[in-house]
């Protein structure tokens, strides 16, 4: 009964190779997010989508491309892997808490996160 | 802009009060958040407030928020080992609905 899952857990890689990050949530949330936390903890976002729709992207490179099958899945790819790549990337979940009619704290959970190590 | 500062590093004897502090930039936050990270696993939201609000209080937690000073601070009463882990304060960015985080405090608990 995990809330938000995340395949695989731990991935080890080499520079110029290509992966896939798996989300999944099964809260009926609408809103999906990736985030990436770097060897010094600090938590930063990447990505959001909305039912699908891509609502914000924070100046990450072109590498990386989200994928929203449907409302319940946010898949991370990215393509030629570099060192800088190496972190751990969570995923997280939530109702739509943006827009101008805020009602709610809307919270945002979290996955268990996967380490990428690139080498 | 939107950036939110938390001191890097807290120790505390078991049983005394710890107190985490955190400034943020964005006065237009509608709610903040407290998140735990305990090692190798995922965030956990503790609690939240919002921005009417300058007190709430959940068992343990005691959060404050001076919103003229823009100041949060989450205090946790009767402190113990198992709450040893990283504490992140985070805003909410009213457009986007995008949380923004602190560096992360880790609170070391010593027996």
């Known amino acids: 009964d995990t809330a938000v899952s995340q395949t695989p857990k731990y991935l080890v890689t080499q520079m110029g190779n290509d992966k896939s990050i798996k989300c999944e949530q099964n809260?009926?949330?609408?809103?999906m997010y990736w985030y990436k936390q770097d060897s010094k903890k600090f938590l930063k976002i990447m990505f959001s989508?909305?039912?699908?729709?891509?609502?914000i992207n924070e100046t990450v490179p072109n590498r990386f491309s989200p994928k929203s099958p449907d409302k319940a899945h946010l898949n991370l790819h990215i393509n030629s892997l570099e060192l800088g790549d190496s972190a751990v990337y969570f995923c997280?979940?939530?109702?739509?808490?943006?827009?101008?009619?805020?009602?709610?704290?809307?919270?945002?959970?979290f996955g268990p996160g996967t380490r990428l190590t690139v080498t | 802009g939107e950036d939110v500062e938390q001191s890097l590093f807290l120790s505390v004897r078991e049983g005394d009060s710890s107190v985490i502090n955190c400034t943020y930039t964005?006065?237009?936050?509608?709610?903040l958040y407290w998140y735990k990270q305990e090692p190798g696993a995922g965030l956990q939201l503790l609690t939240y407030?919002?921005?009417?609000?300058d007190m709430k209080q959940d068992q343990r937690l005691t959060v404050l928020l001076n919103k003229k000073d823009k100041h949060l601070s989450l205090r946790i009463a009767d402190t113990q080992t198992g709450d040893s882990a990283i504490y992140f304060c985070?805003?909410?960015?009213?457009?986007?609905?995008?949380?923004?985080f602190g560096q992360g405090t880790t609170l070391q608990v010593k027996p």
């Open positions: 407030i919002f921005s009417n609000m």
């Open positions: 989508y909305n039912n699908k729709e891509l609502i």
């Open positions: 809260l009926g949330h609408d809103t």
């Open positions: 964005d006065s237009s936050s509608t709610y």
């Open positions: 985070a805003e909410r960015s009213s457009n986007t609905g995008k949380l923004i």
């Open positions: 997280a979940s939530s109702q739509w808490a943006g827009g101008l009619a805020e009602r709610g704290p809307y919270e945002q959970y």
